[in-house]
């Protein structure tokens, strides 16, 4: 699978690569249970609800230096390629192979007690609270993509929208690469 070629499309980032690997990369089941199998400390500060409280108080402000997004930024990633249907959460038929890739290395024995965070971003075309529901609905969509067509457990999966608060390419808001969703190893399922 290629990166890079947005058409309509939501990147998936997954996160708990080495700092500054990210970018254009063909990506395996191999390096996703490694990549998510590295837990880091950050990982268990991991707030999901203050995330959600810190964006919803936030929109058209950024949220990247807020205390708990910040923690997110501070993460190694790197990108794969999920596309969407323009301003819709469906799936287009052409990522189920990455989402069935993404699932195969959470059902990895290596990854079965972690949970994952799943975070949606958009670029800044569009109203800033629009963005903000729209990539919640695409984690979701994701996240649920993940847990009914592969079988990933429900109670492993956390899905949250940042909307185009943060942007990875700053200068070019609204750039096709803005629009992704980050997959984050959270810690152990309690």
Not at 71 to 95: D, K, R, Y
Request: aromatic content about 6%; hydrophobic content about 45%.
């Amino acid at each position: 699978m290629s990166i890079r070629r947005f058409r309509n499309t939501l990147a998936l980032t997954v996160l708990l690569a080495a700092a500054g690997n990210a970018g254009a990369q063909q990506l395996s089941e191999h390096q996703l249970v490694n990549t998510l199998g590295q837990v880091a400390e950050a990982a268990s500060a991991i707030d999901v609800a203050m995330l959600v409280q810190e964006v919803a108080s936030n929109p058209g402000k950024g949220i990247a230096g807020l205390p708990h997004w910040s923690q997110l930024a501070t993460l190694p990633q790197f990108f794969v390629e999920i596309n969407f249907e323009n301003n819709s959460v469906a799936i287009e038929p052409g990522s189920y192979r990455t989402l069935g890739l993404i699932a195969d290395a959470l059902h990895h024995p290596l990854l079965l007690r972690y949970k994952f965070l799943v975070v949606g971003h958009t670029n800044a075309t569009g109203d800033a609270k629009h963005n903000l529901k729209l990539s919640a609905r695409r984690a979701e969509a994701i996240a649920e993509a993940l847990s009914t067509t592969f079988s990933v457990a429900p109670n492993r999966l956390f899905a949250i929208g940042a909307g185009s608060e943060m942007p990875v390419d700053a200068a070019n808001p609204k750039a096709a690469d803005n629009r992704r969703v980050q997959l984050l190893n959270i810690g152990l399922v309690k």
